[in-house]
């Protein structure tokens, strides 16, 4: 299973960018989804998470609530809606699929680069 971020881009501090999360098939659905990024250099890092039903949500401290992650299951989505962007955003973020529970991550997949510009 593949999974496949998309919705980066470059923007200014402050501004917003909309990342979604897709894989072949429906698989989204019946997995938790967690939103991870890596700078250069720099250790990987948890961003957002949402259960497998989308009652259950996760940010990391330093979102403080600027990203909001959700999901669609009709359309088989996962997004994170990054607002407020600063400098210090700026990574590849990908997408990885597993358990809730456990947080064990199993699939993972090809990022998207966010780059900010102060």
């Known amino acids: 299973v593949q999974l496949q971020a998309s919705g980066g881009g470059l923007v200014q501090a402050g501004g917003s960018l909309r990342l979604s999360c897709a894989a072949s098939?429906?698989?989204?659905?019946?997995?938790?989804i967690l939103w991870y990024r890596q700078a250069p250099g720099k250790e990987r890092e948890e961003v957002s998470g949402?259960?497998?039903?989308?009652?259950?949500?996760y940010y990391n401290s330093f979102v403080r609530g600027r990203f909001t992650v959700s999901r669609d299951h009709a359309k088989n989505m996962v997004y994170l809606q990054l607002d407020r962007l600063t400098p210090g955003d700026t990574a590849v973020y990908y997408c990885?699929?597993?358990?809730?529970?456990?947080?064990?991550?199993?699939?993972w997949g090809q990022g998207t680069q966010v780059t900010v510009s102060s």
């Open positions: 949402i259960d497998r039903s989308g009652t259950s949500t």
């Open positions: 990885s699929a597993g358990d809730w529970q456990s947080w064990l991550w199993k699939f």
């Open positions: 098939g429906s698989i989204l659905n019946n997995y938790a």
